[in-house]
């Protein structure tokens, strides 16, 4: 089955550095991939996600690139702010045209003021 | 506005206990999902449902079963608890034809005792 390898597990900035949060995928069929973000006591929301017909996506500070050749994809965060502190998950579709989702086990940001 | 709400936001249950969550949408999604989510593993898939009377297993099903007669609502079974259940349980939704956004429940934190 799919396999998601999400790097690192923790992350500390300062306000105004980017940060960049790698994962690695193993099905080869996989076709879209969701990044999704959990504050503290809340439940995780979709932030941007990208399918495999594109590279790259951007949205404002938000913008995720995809490599299907290495089957790796990163979420890039710029000019980062307090409110950016949560956890992220990266998710890979269980084989192309697939709803069920495997996720990876997170990276814990934490932007310093 | 999209909802997706769970019967508990906190629940305590025996070893042995037969214990029912509930999750109901509002937004006549055909796809729903339980995931349990525990630190450092991330979110890990239960049971897909993609209509009624129709599920899936997903990566770790042993010990759980589900139910979905109507289509707005997805029961998450465990027919005898145990403690290694104890853990964060989310449901979600999203809709058919595109792979999209997956809509996150609240969260029930079991704990088995």
């Known amino acids: 089955g799919e396999n998601v390898e999400q790097h690192p597990s923790t992350l500390s900035v300062q306000e105004g550095d980017s940060a960049v949060i790698k994962c690695t995928y193993s099905?080869?069929?996989?076709?879209?991939f969701p990044w999704y973000k959990q504050e503290l006591g809340k439940r995780p929301q979709l932030i941007i996600d990208?399918?495999?017909?594109?590279g790259e996506k951007k949205d404002q500070r938000i913008a995720v690139t995809l490599n299907k050749t290495a089957k790796h994809f990163s979420l890039h965060i710029t000019e980062t702010q307090p409110e950016d502190s949560a956890v992220y998950f990266c998710a890979a579709s269980k084989g192309a045209g697939s709803y069920q989702l495997t996720f990876g086990k997170g990276t814990k940001l934490s932007v310093i003021p | 506005d999209v909802k997706v709400t769970q019967s508990s936001r906190y629940l305590v249950k025996r070893t042995g206990e037969k214990v029912f969550l509930e999750c109901v949408q509002d937004m006549d999604h055909e796809n729903m999902f339980w995931y349990r989510q525990d630190p450092g593993l991330g979110l890990r898939l239960i049971y897909f449902s993609y209509d009624v009377k129709m599920k899936e297993k997903g990566d770790i099903p042993e010990g759980y079963s589900v139910s979905r007669e109507k289509k707005e609502r997805f029961s998450l079974i465990l027919e005898s608890a145990s403690t290694n259940q104890t853990s964060m349980y989310l449901c979600?939704?999203?809709?058919?034809?595109?792979?999209?956004?997956?809509?996150f429940g609240p969260g029930t934190r079991l704990t088995v005792t």
């Open positions: 990208i399918r495999s017909n594109v």
């Open positions: 099905d080869s069929a996989s076709n879209y």
């Open positions: 979600a939704s999203s809709g058919q034809g595109a792979q999209g956004e997956q809509y």
